[in-house]
């Protein structure tokens, strides 16, 4: 696929939309541009980390030397009320210690410590070693570097300093770890005074992002790798959770959440996490004052060895200095080792115990100064909260002033700040049902809570919509990131399209002069990573079709659902056709072609449709035949033989038939693609289209002034740009309806009306000449129709049926492993297409495809 099939990251992203009109914000676009600058190889970092963390293990041990000599130990609290903030020379001398090596050996840097910066002292700047680390196990770790920019390093001297000054040695750690962008990818736990071990130990461990494992190893003492040690409870029932003896309430209610077989106290942060790594428990929970340096040595050490660790709820740890809240995990830590589900009775994995605790009212207090009081302890609002996916894109959770001011200032045109506003959000609560966990986004709903009564007559919103997409937190994007990075590149140039689209003032104006419902931008924040995409992150602040409002979404359309999606995909088309926007051109008020068509261009895909050809691999065009007989016919054979017994041995070479039309259909099809000449015979039938209208992206309201009873709502416009507007309505047959829309009898496999297709493509393109007509693109609807004829609705939606049936047929059935027994474990999804989860719409499909082959050949 040539570069020009895709819109340049930053050229969709880094541009600033125009103002609203009728609003005073910008869109925010924070775009990081691809760098030249020296980079960094983590395992030589990580080894200067390990030959550091020696020194300060000797530092430490020093200070013990002299303290078991003389009896006595200076030190003082940070905290006059909390032991926990001890200070002693330890800690100060093991700090400068190790930052004025790392500063020597690595000058540019990025170092965070503990204890307050001190002046580098020239007589500790020693050369650290850079090959003490083994990763020669992983070649993708051993060629790994970065931006030095990019990297910080987090050092906690002493952890576990109370614990040193009480004398209970063997919790005190010496922590180093390295952080990628706000990952822990990289951790150095240093062991001053190892069991079993005269020397100290030091533990590393380093994980690329994303990964489940990494590689760990361990140096003296006669160590290897991390010591696997006994385990800290004769439990043998149930898991094994480390704690604090803190009594705080939401911590108790954390431990409760756990349920585990025994609760064990034990000092030090790192000490707790390595506890996991090291197999002497299986769940860690830290309370709330814990900090960047405690957690993100140990945190990559266990990432190493398979475990995980989150905030309580759920939320990755962003071990970034300048992130919002500061150096404080304010929301908790939870860590699980890699064996903990196979140990848990009830087989809960790290992300079941998160969902526990984000639908316990109690743990509900740690999100009080975000989210407002609505939602702070107690029992009202049972249910669980998704309040791992309501964080800005810095990690921390979303804050309701912030959602308040975005909302007001859209809708009223005001700078919502302070005692002007003129209204105030005092909070908003994230239910976890209507939440969606997609492969490449999470969203959420936010009820929202206004102060006062007059908000709702005012026009304020009783719901938002929330969608965020941190391509880095994605497991579904890491794959693709590795598999098919040309696919991650276009999923990041469509979240910049969606928020440019509807971000796009004059773009939302005229859709809602033609009675098409989409969803109101109140905030846009996109922050692409063009040196490294799968660091790329976008969120949207939305209108919310809400249930409380009577929408709702359907599995798959009824035949009444189907036509008024229709009319609003028509409605659609009609508006961005050149001729409407001509026909706008000089009317007092409305707006003209230049400025709309060009306010578009600026924002959306050249050629719209995600299964477009220069949006999928090349392949696809060559593949189909040895797919088809190789896996689709195998696989589908007696549901061939049962529902499709008219097409006999036809049924056979339908992929080599598609794979022979499959390049020509294609062009037909998206014939606006860059570097394309445009068919004469397109260009009046150009217009915007939705690229993906099936059912999960369409809501429904019942309305009975509405089009056949039905008002509609269109979402999620990552694929939107320029097209046919049949392959819209192609799209919405052979993805979105159910059965019956088809002409099927209700047992789903009786086709009595076969020409329910053909009518439904009559119903659109009758709405789309009514809407022509309404704009001025033609006198009258009659005289639409001649010139936007039924006949070439038709040869438009032939095409697009074969070219859709190209991406089923060679990836999406391979993706999913499409038979029978799929499609009936999916049948009550609501986000997959039709094909994927009905035999009965699986063979329609393959029916339409061998009519319109057939039909093709004989023309």
Known sequence: ????????????????????????????????????????????????????????????????????????????????????????????????????????????????????????????????????????????????????????????PVDGTR??????????????????????????????????????????????????????????????????????????????????????????????????????????????????????????????GTSLWDTCAPEAVLRARGGKITDLLGAPLVHDPSRPGGLIN?????????????????????????????????????????????????????????SDIARCLRGAPVAASWVGERIVSTLCGETADGEDAPFTLAGYVAPEEGAFRGLMSDACRLELHWEGGDAASGGMPATAFYKKVVLGDLDHARTKAKTAPLKLSRDVGSAAVEAGFLACPSVLAALNDAGVRVPRCFDADLRPCDDDLIESKFALLLEDFAPAQGWKQERLLTPSQARASLTALAKMHATFMPAAAA?????????????????????????????????????????????????????????????????????????????????????????????????????KWKTLIHGDAKSANIFLREDASA????????????????????????????????PQTLGYAADDIAHTDPDAPVKLMDHYHVQLCEALAANGAAASAEKAANIWTREETQRQYEAAVLDFCRVIFAYQWVRVKASPQSLKENESSMNKNSYNKSIANAMWVVKECDAVLKKRAAA
């Open 1 to 156: 696929m040539s570069a020009q099939g895709f819109l340049a990251t930053r050229a969709v992203c880094s541009r600033i939309y125009p103002r609203r009109a009728h609003a005073s914000h910008a869109r925010r676009v924070v775009a990081m541009a691809a760098t030249t600058e020296p980079r960094t190889s983590i395992a030589e970092l990580l080894s200067s980390c390990v030959d550091a963390a020696r020194k300060g293990c000797d530092e430490i041990r020093a200070v013990q030397e002299r303290r078991a000599a003389s009896g006595a130990l200076a030190s003082t609290r940070k905290d006059a009320d909390d032991p926990r903030s001890a200070l002693t020379e330890a800690d100060t001398n093991a700090q400068r210690a190790i930052v004025n090596a790392l500063k020597a050996t690595w000058p540019t840097l990025n170092i965070v410590g503990e204890e307050e910066d001190e002046p580098l002292d020239p007589s500790l700047a020693r050369q650290l070693k850079k090959d003490v680390c083994d990763v020669s196990s992983s070649p993708p770790i051993a060629s790994w570097t970065e931006p030095t920019s990019s990297l910080t390093v987090f050092v906690d």
């Open 163 to 288: 614990e040193f000054v009480e004398g209970r040695l063997e919790a005190v750690q010496c922590l180093i770890g390295v952080a990628f962008r706000g990952r822990a990818v990289g951790g150095v736990v240093g062991l001053p005074f190892p069991e079993n071990a005269e020397e100290p130990i030091i533990v590393w461990g380093v994980a690329q992002p994303g990964a489940t494992s990494g590689v760990s190893g361990a140096i003296g003492g006669g160590a290897t790798d991390v010591p696997q040690r006994a385990r800290l409870s004769d439990a043998n029932d149930g898991l094994i959770c480390v704690t604090g003896d803190s009594k705080n309430e939401s911590l108790a209610a954390a431990r409760e959440s756990v349920r585990a077989a025994a609760d064990v106290v034990i000092g030090g942060a790192g000490n707790k996490i390595l506890a996991l790594a090291d197999g002497r428990a299986d769940v860690a929970l830290m309370h709330f």
């Open 330 to 386: 304010d929301l908790g830590v939870l860590a699980t080792s890699a064996n903990a589900s196979k140990i848990d009775p009830d087989g809960r994995d790290h992300a079941a115990l998160a969902a526990t605790m984000r639908a316990d009212p109690r743990l509900r207090t740690l999100l009080k100064r975000y989210v407002g009081e609505v939602d702070s302890g107690g029992s009202e609002g049972a249910g669980a909260r998704a």
């Open 583 to 683: 026909a706008r051109v000089g009317v007092d008020g409305d707006v003209g072609e230049d400025e709309l068509l060009s306010a578009v261009t600026g924002a959306v895909w050249p050629s719209g449709a995600y299964w477009q050809p220069d949006m999928q691999p090349a392949e696809q065009m060559t593949t189909l035949k040895s797919i088809w007989n190789d896996t689709h016919l195998p696989a589908f054979k007696d549901a061939f033989k049962e529902r499709l017994p008219e097409l006999g041995a036809d049924v056979d070479t339908i992929g080599e038939r598609l794979q022979d039309v499959a390049v020509d259909v294609g062009a037909a099809s998206h014939p606006f693609g860059p570097g394309q000449a445009v068919p004469e015979w397109a260009q």
């Open 707 to 738: 089009p056949e009873g039905w008002e509609v709502g269109l979402i999620d416009f990552q694929w939107m740009g320029f097209g046919l507007g049949a392959v819209d309505a192609a799209h919405v047959l052979l993805a979105s309806v159910d």
